[in-house]
């Protein structure tokens, strides 16, 4: 549908987007939810809450190093839009630091049922949120305010209708240091994941216009 609305470089200006935040994201990945799923005290409070926090933290570090990069992303790809998508479509990275860990502690006790119909929900409302921001505004924004708006939705979703601990703000040492060593190890498997599955794009963005990169991706 939406490649009936919007043009091919209206896609391929989203795909280098997307490219540069799934690298922002696993290059910062800490694996909060396997050390949730292989941990002794994977049902701890205390242990769930300084996960979350330190979650709430890489968003925001992610936002700050996004703004930081649109710039001169923008002016290596000659693509002046960039320096205002990239900063607005980061944005659904800050929200999705605020969900809660609940959705981890529940694919540890394999309590899934629940789990997939929330995440189905989501994936529908968030695609239609997208077709209509798409009508409404004809550009590559809708692209981006429906990613926004899709993460808001999940965030609300699972707040609401997955059972669990609530978060709270809290750090707690021994946590923290439990989950920067098993951390570390995800750190060096993301590096090649990363590359295997973005590096195409990352440097055909600079080699093709943006209508053959959208048409490329698709």
Not at 5 to 26: A, H, K, N, W, Y
Not at 69 to 94: G, N
Not at 167 to 193: D, H, M, Y
Request: hydrophobic share 55%; aromatic share 12%; with cysteine.
């Amino acid at each position: 549908i939406l490649t009936r609305i919007l043009s091919p470089e209206d896609f391929g200006l989203r795909t280098l987007v997307t490219s540069f935040l799934i690298g922002l994201t696993m290059f910062s990945d800490m694996g909060f939810g396997p050390s949730i799923m292989q941990s002794k005290r994977g049902d701890d409070p205390a242990f769930l809450d300084t996960i979350w926090t330190l979650k709430i933290i890489r968003g925001f570090v992610i936002f700050l190093v996004a703004l930081v990069m649109a710039w001169p992303l923008a002016v290596f790809y000659d693509a002046p839009q960039f320096a205002w998508v990239f900063p607005a479509a980061a944005s659904s990275l800050l929200i999705g630091g605020f969900l809660p860990t609940r959705i981890d502690s529940a694919a540890r006790h394999l309590q899934l049922g629940r789990l997939t119909v929330i995440e189905l929900a989501n994936q529908m409302l968030g695609a239609l949120l997208t077709i209509a921001a798409a009508l409404i505004l004809q550009s590559v924004w809708a692209l981006v305010w429906g990613n926004v708006l899709g993460a808001l939705v999940q965030l609300f979703m699972f707040r609401m209708f997955l059972p669990g601990h609530h978060n709270r703000l809290r750090l707690e040492r021994a946590a923290r240091a439990e989950v920067t060593k098993f951390g570390k190890w995800i750190f060096f498997s993301t590096i090649c994941g990363f590359l295997l599955f973005q590096g195409d794009r990352i440097i055909l963005g600079r080699v093709l216009t943006l209508d053959q990169l959208g048409i490329y991706n698709i």
